[in-house]
């Protein structure tokens, strides 16, 4: 029988908006679940620091293109262009096929979690019957990339808001792109979900209850940030929590082992359960004897960052917006996720990245975003597909290996 292909792909302007490797993630990831072909040109051409395919992307897209039987062409280090061609016959991915695992290998410290975000929306909704643990080597600490923390922290807990079956993630080690590059790895356990996925409302944040700080860094630091945060939460506390809220603090402190990998990340958790985070992966120059200034550096614009997400009063970080916009446009009815408020009362303008994201799901599955909301399509866990075909997965697909060479 002759395999089934679209005729006609999607084709999406990789320079689109915010023009980086997000609009390829979102859509490698709605082609694989709907089957309908995409062709992206001028990938990543808004990236100053090289534009096409990075391991971490051609990782994204050998494994789904594996898991939907995709035609796949463009495929290299660099490429920048690409056309992902879904099998319409092939069945669901089945994770009980292969033992409920998943194994994903990069040979460099490429983002982990840009890895999670390309292939989590088609494994939820995949069908699978029973919990798959994905285990990803990588970078778990990368700049410009969440990190492991954002995603345990933040990015976990608000899809259990929204509904999605709880995620477990297990940290083996870190992998840093800052001083020596290292790999690291994560397991993350996923529970597909059984139905479809309902209209989610993000719309009451109430009081900040608890903030946490988490600090990642060199041994003989760890009391300058503890003093640091400590005499910030002090002169901050009236605009981190509510008059009648009783202040409450965590701070964390781990060994980086290196002199130059410091990491100091935020999350303040409210009443209705809503995280909202910030971070930062230090990435400035270090020289040594002259490293004084980096921890109430890091303390201030943090701590600056969480409060610009606290003040504007809604129930999403920036980042984690983006991350919704997916599961805002598959779910069943109108999903509504408040951005927040400016001082002169008007709404927060959704960030490039986001409106990237809503592009894309725009172009894939003619939805359409108003202030924040929009009536999503009720995806089908593993539905999309004529179940008439068999797909043809190899070994491959449980343990995938991208080299750089």
């Not at 495929?75 to 009980?96: C, N, W, Y």
């Not at 990998?261 to 004897?289: C, E, S």
Request: proline share 4%; aromatic share 6%; hydrophobic share 35%.
């Amino acid at each position: 029988m002759a395999t089934k292909m679209a005729a006609t792909p999607i084709h999406l302007e990789g320079t689109t908006l915010e023009g980086g490797g997000q609009l390829l993630r979102i859509a490698l990831g709605l082609s694989s679940l709907t089957k309908k072909a995409i062709n992206v040109t001028n990938i990543r051409g808004k990236r100053s620091g090289g534009d096409g395919l990075k391991a971490q992307h051609l990782t994204s897209a050998q494994w789904l293109g594996q898991a939907c039987n995709a035609r796949l062409s463009g495929m290299g280090l660099k490429s920048k262009e690409i056309t992902f061609r879904p099998d319409q016959h092939s069945v669901p991915f089945r994770a009980e096929e292969h033992g409920n695992e998943v194994r994903i290998r990069q040979n460099t410290p490429g983002s982990i979690n840009l890895i999670l975000q390309a292939i989590l929306p088609y494994l939820l909704f995949s069908g699978s019957g029973l919990p798959i643990h994905v285990r990803v080597t990588g970078g778990t600490n990368v700049s410009n990339s969440p990190s492991y923390d954002y995603i345990q922290e933040v990015l976990i807990p608000m899809l259990a808001l929204i509904g999605i079956p709880p995620i477990k993630a297990q940290l083996h080690s870190r992998g840093w792109s800052q001083g020596t590059t290292k790999l690291g790895g994560i397991t993350y356990t996923i529970t597909p979900l059984a139905r479809q996925l309902p209209a989610f409302q993000l719309t009451e944040r109430g009081d900040i209850k608890h903030v946490k700080a988490i600090v990642i860094a060199p041994r003989e630091t760890e009391q300058h940030f503890h003093d640091e945060l400590q005499l910030m939460f002090e002169k901050r506390e009236d605009r981190f929590f509510s008059t009648h809220t009783t202040p409450d603090i965590n701070i964390t402190f781990e060994k980086s082992h290196h002199d130059k990998q410091y990491y100091l990340f935020l999350v303040a958790t409210t009443t209705t359960g809503i995280k909202l985070g910030r971070d930062w992966l230090y990435d400035q120059a270090i020289r040594p004897g002259k490293t004084e200034r980096i921890v109430p550096t890091m303390v201030k614009k943090v701590s600056d960052d969480l409060l610009g997400e606290i003040d504007h009063g809604g129930c999403v970080d920036e980042y984690m917006r983006d991350q919704l916009v997916v599961f805002q446009a598959l779910a069943e009815g109108k999903s509504q996720v408040d951005g927040g408020k400016t001082e002169d009362g008007e709404a927060v303008v959704p960030s490039l990245h986001v409106r990237t994201a809503m592009w894309v799901a725009e172009k894939m599955l003619g939805v359409g975003f108003d202030d924040g909301g929009v009536v999503g399509i009720g995806f089908q866990p593993g539905g999309g597909g004529d179940e008439g075909g068999v797909a043809e997965l190899t070994e491959e697909l449980n343990t995938l290996d991208v080299s750089n060479s």
